[in-house]
């Protein structure tokens, strides 16, 4: 395998994945202020953030999978990348609609004591 390839894949990740730290700093906004702000409501919307979240587990599995068989061709890392972003779209679309947030959400209803 070209682990500069590899290497490359690895950063691009981080940065994607570190996407989604923008709704850890507008998460600790609202709880300081006792309900979701309107710029944590503008980033929850948003897809991009959802998904890489939701893409870390299947990640990680494929990480820990591709370091225990060591396979000698990108055949088994290209099938797995297919899962796990097949799995990430999924959550990504699944879970908003199991636990609706927004105007719906008990937190952004709640007020400041």
Do not use: N
């Not at 709704?23 to 709880?31: D, G, P, Y």
């Amino acid at each position: 395998m070209d682990y500069t390839l590899l290497k490359f894949l690895h950063v691009l990740g981080a940065v994607l994945t570190g996407v989604g730290v923008v709704s850890v700093w507008l998460t600790r906004q609202a709880l300081e202020v006792g309900h979701f702000t309107e710029a944590l409501e503008q980033e929850r919307a948003k897809l991009v953030p959802a998904y890489t979240h939701f893409l870390d587990i299947p990640a990680f599995i494929l990480l820990i999978a591709l370091g225990t068989l060591k396979p000698q061709s990108w055949s088994l890392w290209a099938w797995g990348v297919v899962r796990a972003a097949s799995v990430a779209a999924c959550l990504t679309y699944w879970i908003p609609r199991m636990y609706p947030w927004g105007s719906r959400s008990p937190m952004s209803r709640s007020t400041v004591s």
